[in-house]
């Protein structure tokens, strides 16, 4: 459907030279001809594109012609807009206006590349209980899964499988993770170098060498974040997808992300039968500060707005990144993130849902809410992404996680929840599914609808409308320290390690072997995560309800979560 085009230029520094000298331009066709029936199907600007069954009539072959023989070099082409890209110095995109095929000419946008975060890494020993069996150890990533009722989803059997999921990004390292190796990829095509390798490669024509710079890093964390499966470790929100695998951006200075791969990709993965897509990318602005402007931030000038809406009219899911602009005076979504159709994610903290700094919000410019929803962005676990031998013991043995932010981390979050619900909902359209986020979210801002939170945090259960009359909600240890020392200097705290895959009113009591309660130790309403940890777990002082150190003895304690009522002794040793 939509077809990327070798140049035939190996040498990179050439390539780049010429860059330099040119810009990326649009050509849009007046027209194309038909299949059924011949004649000429006329064709509109962009901004008045509209859903139809011409969409996929190919180019005019004689069109490409006289451009290719003219000395352009095509880059990509789209069926959805009639047009091509190509580059072009200033003198000869004057040649393209005079043809009298070619409806207008404009440059190809691009975003200003923002550094890609480190992240945090994490130990997965140092994170997982020991002696715990919740129905799937998801390790350090319970904890934004469950924040978005995806492990609930997956306690009844719901896990994505059936439906099939693209992903738009900057590449791909999911050959050589053991997050990966169960992972079901149906296509891969790599829309930047022009090949079907996703992965990291030594000498690309356009990206150089992806084995030193990073290339793949930001996509393969986005995927893992969505597909990775490894217990214990890492599971992601819908780990039995199908997926499709779209290399659409570049991550090097002098070629920054450019739209007209992502529309190929966007093309290419509805004529694969896509049902979801995620892009945690975002288009404003070029290198130099020109681009898209706040007042084009309408729902209907970005080509990828208005390729995100067509796709959506044509039944795809389309989920995209608010952006990370939430602190600059341009605070407000990329493009496609500002089209009507489109769910745009902002991000919270994972700790207390509050919304990160950087997420990008506001009004569009025609006075709708974004983002639409928002989910766990700050401190989320996610693969390292890297695929240095540095890295490697042997294959599908890479166990490297860390802990990275941002709204692109938030995205997949959502889009593994649109793939649950599509799993428990097939005849579901796009429109079905988001006015499902959008009125079971949970709400974290002012009353209703904002413009930090949008209508809220993700609930997969809710939008779901399953009932569950009993969730399996929480999971619960051993208390520990057992037999525990209290009182004086010396005292310590007793913790109950507890996991919650549903919002919870916990409350921890201690009786005395008389029945008699001793102390309220625990009496609060908790967020799905994981309290496992020593400043995370709940907790009792060795005081009774007035402040005094219980004597020395056994005691009964007794914890209640959904779905978990759990009694278990304590020894109690006072110290003198």
Same mark, same amino acid.
């Given at each position: 459907?939509?077809?990327?085009?070798?140049? *035939?230029?190996?040498?990179?520094?050439?390539?780049?030279?010429?860059?330099?000298?040119?810009?990326?331009?649009?050509?849009?066709?007046?027209?194309?001809?038909? +299949?059924?029936?011949?004649?000429?199907?006329?064709?509109?600007?962009?901004?008045?594109?509209?859903?139809?069954?011409?969409?996929?009539?190919?180019?005019?072959?004689?069109?490409?012609?006289?451009?290719?023989?003219?000395?352009?070099?095509?880059?990509?082409?789209? +069926?959805?807009?009639?047009?091509?890209?190509?580059?072009?110095?200033?003198?000869?995109?004057?040649?393209?206006?005079?043809?009298?095929?070619?409806?207008?000419?404009?440059?190809?946008?691009?975003?200003?590349?923002?550094?890609?975060?480190?992240?945090?890494?994490?130990?997965?020993?140092?994170? =997982?209980?020991?002696?715990?069996?919740?129905?799937?150890?998801?390790?350090? =990533?319970?904890?934004?899964?469950?924040?978005?009722?995806?492990?609930?989803?997956?306690?009844? &059997?719901?896990?994505?499988?059936?439906?099939?999921?693209?992903?738009?990004?900057?590449?791909?390292?999911?050959?050589?993770?053991?997050?990966?190796?169960?992972?079901?990829?149906? @296509?891969?095509?790599?829309?930047?170098?022009?090949?079907?390798?996703?992965?990291?490669?030594?000498?690309?024509?356009?990206?150089?060498?992806?084995?030193?710079? &990073?290339?793949?890093?930001?996509?393969?964390?986005?995927? =893992?974040v969505l597909a990775g499966f490894d217990?214990?470790?890492?599971?992601?929100?819908?780990?039995?997808?199908?997926?499709?695998?779209?290399?659409?951006?570049?991550?090097?200075?002098?070629?920054?992300?450019?739209?007209?791969?992502?529309?190929? *990709?966007?093309?290419?993965?509805?004529?694969?039968?896509?049902?979801?897509?995620? /892009?945690?990318?975002?288009?404003?602005?070029?290198?130099?500060?020109?681009?898209?402007?706040?007042?084009?931030?309408?729902?209907?000038?970005?080509?990828?707005?208005?390729?995100?809406?067509?796709?959506? @009219?044509?039944?795809?899911?389309?989920?995209?990144?608010?952006?990370?602009?939430?602190n600059t005076p341009m605070h407000f979504?990329?493009?496609?993130?500002?089209?009507?159709?489109?769910?745009?994610?902002?991000?919270? /903290?994972?700790?207390?849902? +509050?919304?990160?700094?950087?997420?990008?919000?506001?009004?569009?410019?025609?006075?709708?809410?974004?983002?639409?929803? $928002?989910?766990?962005?700050?401190?989320?676990?996610? @693969?390292?992404?890297?695929?240095?031998?540095?890295?490697?013991?042997?294959?599908?043995?890479?166990?490297?996680?860390?802990?990275?932010?941002?709204?692109?981390?938030?995205?997949?979050?959502?889009?593994?929840?649109?793939?649950?619900?599509?799993?428990?909902?097939?005849?579901?359209?796009?429109?079905?599914?988001?006015?499902?986020? +959008?009125?079971?979210?949970?709400?974290?801002?002012?009353?209703?609808?904002?413009?930090?939170?949008?209508?809220?945090?993700?609930?997969?259960?809710? @939008?779901?409308?399953?009932?569950?009359?009993?969730?399996?909600?929480?999971?619960? &240890?051993?208390?520990?320290?057992?037999?525990?020392?209290?009182?004086?200097?010396?005292?310590? $705290?007793?913790?109950?390690?507890?996991?919650?895959?549903?919002?919870?009113? $916990?409350?921890?009591?201690?009786?005395?072997?008389?029945?008699?309660?001793?102390?309220?130790?625990?009496?609060?309403?908790?967020?799905?995560?994981?309290?496992?940890?020593?400043?995370?777990?709940?907790?009792?002082?060795?005081?009774?309800?007035?402040?005094?150190?219980?004597?020395?003895?056994?005691?009964?304690?007794?914890?209640?979560?959904?779905?978990?009522?759990?009694?278990?002794?304590?020894?109690?040793?006072? =110290?003198?």
């Amino acid at each position: 459907m939509y077809e990327t085009v070798n140049s *035939g230029r190996s040498d990179s520094n050439v390539a780049r030279s010429r860059r330099l000298e040119t810009e990326a331009l649009w050509v849009f066709f007046r027209d194309k001809p038909a +299949r059924a029936g011949g004649g000429r199907i006329s064709w509109a600007a962009p901004q008045q594109l509209r859903n139809g069954q011409h969409l996929d009539e190919p180019l005019d072959p004689s069109y490409l012609a006289q451009i290719e023989s003219a000395g352009f070099r095509l880059r990509t082409r789209s +069926r959805w807009f009639n047009a091509i890209t190509l580059s072009a110095t200033r003198g000869e995109a004057q040649r393209l206006h005079g043809l009298s095929f070619v409806r207008e000419v404009r440059p190809v946008r691009r975003r200003s590349r923002s550094p890609l975060p480190d992240g945090e890494p994490i130990s997965v020993e140092a994170t =997982s209980a020991k002696g715990l069996a919740p129905p799937e150890n998801y390790g350090p =990533s319970f904890e934004q899964v469950a924040r978005v009722g995806g492990t609930a989803l997956h306690n009844l &059997g719901f896990r994505g499988e059936g439906v099939t999921i693209a992903l738009l990004d900057a590449g791909f390292n999911h050959r050589d993770q053991r997050a990966f190796a169960h992972l079901r990829v149906k @296509a891969v095509w790599d829309f930047v170098n022009g090949d079907g390798d996703v992965s990291d490669q030594a000498g690309q024509p356009v990206t150089g060498d992806e084995l030193v710079n &990073g290339q793949n890093l930001h996509g393969t964390r986005v995927l =893992s974040v969505l597909a990775g499966f490894d217990p214990g470790s890492l599971v992601g929100v819908a780990p039995e997808a199908d997926y499709i695998l779209a290399k659409t951006e570049d991550i090097t200075s002098e070629l920054p992300v450019e739209e007209d791969h992502w529309i190929a *990709g966007l093309e290419w993965a509805d004529s694969l039968g896509a049902d979801i897509v995620n /892009s945690s990318l975002g288009y404003r602005t070029w290198d130099d500060g020109s681009g898209y402007t706040y007042e084009d931030l309408d729902g209907q000038t970005a080509l990828t707005t208005v390729a995100a809406e067509l796709a959506v @009219a044509r039944g795809i899911v389309i989920v995209s990144a608010a952006g990370n602009e939430g602190n600059t005076p341009m605070h407000f979504v990329d493009a496609p993130a500002d089209a009507r159709g489109v769910i745009a994610v902002g991000a919270t /903290s994972l700790t207390d849902n +509050r919304i990160a700094r950087t997420s990008s919000h506001g009004l569009t410019v025609d006075n709708r809410i974004k983002p639409d929803v $928002v989910a766990p962005g700050q401190g989320v676990v996610a @693969a390292s992404g890297s695929s240095s031998t540095a890295d490697l013991r042997d294959s599908f043995t890479v166990s490297k996680y860390m802990r990275v932010s941002g709204t692109s981390f938030a995205t997949p979050l959502v889009s593994g929840v649109c793939a649950l619900l599509l799993q428990i909902h097939p005849d579901w359209g796009p429109r079905e599914v988001a006015d499902a986020l +959008r009125q079971s979210a949970r709400d974290l801002g002012e009353a209703g609808p904002d413009t930090l939170y949008g209508w809220g945090l993700v609930d997969a259960i809710a @939008a779901s409308g399953l009932e569950v009359e009993q969730p399996e909600g929480s999971v619960s &240890g051993s208390p520990f320290p057992n037999p525990a020392l209290v009182g004086g200097a010396a005292g310590s $705290v007793v913790y109950f390690p507890l996991q919650l895959s549903v919002m919870s009113e $916990v409350s921890v009591r201690i009786f005395d072997l008389s029945g008699a309660l001793v102390a309220q130790a625990v009496n609060q309403s908790l967020e799905p995560g994981d309290y496992r940890t020593r400043d995370r777990a709940l907790r009792w002082d060795g005081r009774n309800d007035d402040g005094q150190a219980v004597p020395s003895g056994i005691y009964i304690y007794r914890l209640e979560s959904t779905g978990l009522a759990r009694i278990g002794k304590i020894a109690v040793v006072r =110290s003198r």
